[in-house]
């Protein structure tokens, strides 16, 4: 019985993970998040339609390209001020089991290290909410959080 009391006491956090991963001439982009976080993002878009649906499924791929961005400038180790926003393409968004993926892409030649990430995703709906952060290539192996 106490088994079940703390298993119906336990409450999933919110979070966003992110895989960077060089592909050969640029970097593949996936956001993963809850389903159910997803649902509360297409809500906060004006959607209105269930979440399976193409419309949905559009509103949170643009949630994510407006709120995850990569800076120009060196990296936020050596505190320099990055001015501009480098262009991703987003590709789309899907949904698998429980979470939905968003897919974007950063054409680019391979930098020596990966820029500053300003991530927003999820905060102004959940502002308790976590982003996880892997980041993969030759020479970048990396985790940040926020």
């Known amino acids: 019985m ?3 009391i703390a298993h119906a006491g336990a409450h999933r956090g919110h979070a966003v993970w992110t895989d960077i991963t060089w592909s050969g ?3 593949e982009i996936v956001h993963r998040m809850h389903l159910a976080d997803a ?3 297409n809500r906060y878009m004006g959607g209105t339609q269930p979440i399976e ?3 949905s499924l559009a509103l ?3 949630y994510v390209d407006e709120r ?3 800076l120009s400038g060196e ?3 050596d505190q320099a001020v990055p001015t501009d926003t480098i262009k991703l ?3 789309g968004a899907e949904i698998e089991d429980d979470f939905l993926l968003v897919y974007q892409e950063w054409v680019t030649p391979l930098p020596e290290r990966f820029p500053v990430i300003d991530n927003l995703v999820l905060l102004d709906v959940e502002p308790e909410s976590q982003a996880f952060i892997k980041i993969k290539g030759p020479g970048l192996d990396e985790e940040r959080e926020r």
């Open 39 to 41: 649902i509360v993002v």
């Open 68 to 70: 995850f961005k990569l």
């Open 25 to 27: 001439e640029s970097f």
């Open 53 to 55: 649906e193409l419309r």
């Open 89 to 91: 393409t987003t590709i």
């Open 75 to 77: 990296s936020a180790e």
């Open 60 to 62: 949170v791929a643009l």
């Open 2 to 4: 106490l088994l079940a």
